[in-house]
Every structure is written in C-alpha cells, then in structure tokens.
C-alpha cells in the first residue's frame, strides 16, 4: 500500500507548491484510487473545470462513501455550479436585516 502512496504525496507536494501541471500528470496515472480522485477534483475546481470536478469527486465519494472531505469539497462544488439561492422576496427584508 505504500507504493500507491509514494506517488500520491509527491502529487501533493506539486499542487502544495502550485505546479498542478506535475501534479496532474501523476493522479491522471492513478485511475480508481480514492485520494488521488478527490486531489484530481480539488485540482479541477482551480483551473475552473467544475463538471469534471464534480465527476471526479463524486466517483471518489463513491469508493470511500464515508470520507467526509470529499462529501465536503463535493458539496462545495455542486453548491458553487447551482449558484446562490434566490430568497423569496417576503424574506429578503428580514435577512438583510440579520445580515448588518
């Protein structure tokens, strides 16, 4: 298990220093494993490719359904592509009020 991982944390260690080309290169040769999905995804987000985010995160969702950081950067993703909801006008006074 170790060997899988040896080139995961190099991954990380290009996307930490911002050469997510390197970084790419590597989790694009690591089809199926959890972590490099998740990482892959997180990559996606940053060059703005949200579809294939969304893709990569929820396949990395599936496979490890209760790792909770990809449930989380997955909802992030999902709630960034839908947008920001849209208050029902008879609630809109009450919450820019909250909101001050």
Known sequence: MRLIN?????????????????????????PG???????????RVQQRR???????????RRIQPHEAQSQFNLGKVLSAR???PRLPR???P???SIRR
């Open 90 to 92: 008879r609630c809109a």
């Open 33 to 43: 494993h959890p972590s490099a999905l998740h990482l892959l995804g997180v990559l």
């Open 6 to 30: 040896l080139p995961l944390e190099e991954a990380l260690r290009h996307y930490q220093r911002g050469d997510l080309n390197a970084a790419e290169a590597i989790l694009i040769g690591m």
């Open 50 to 60: 949200l579809p294939e985010a969304v893709e990569l995160l929820a396949s990395a």
């Open 94 to 96: 009450r919450c820019r």
């Open 82 to 84: 839908v947008g920001r």
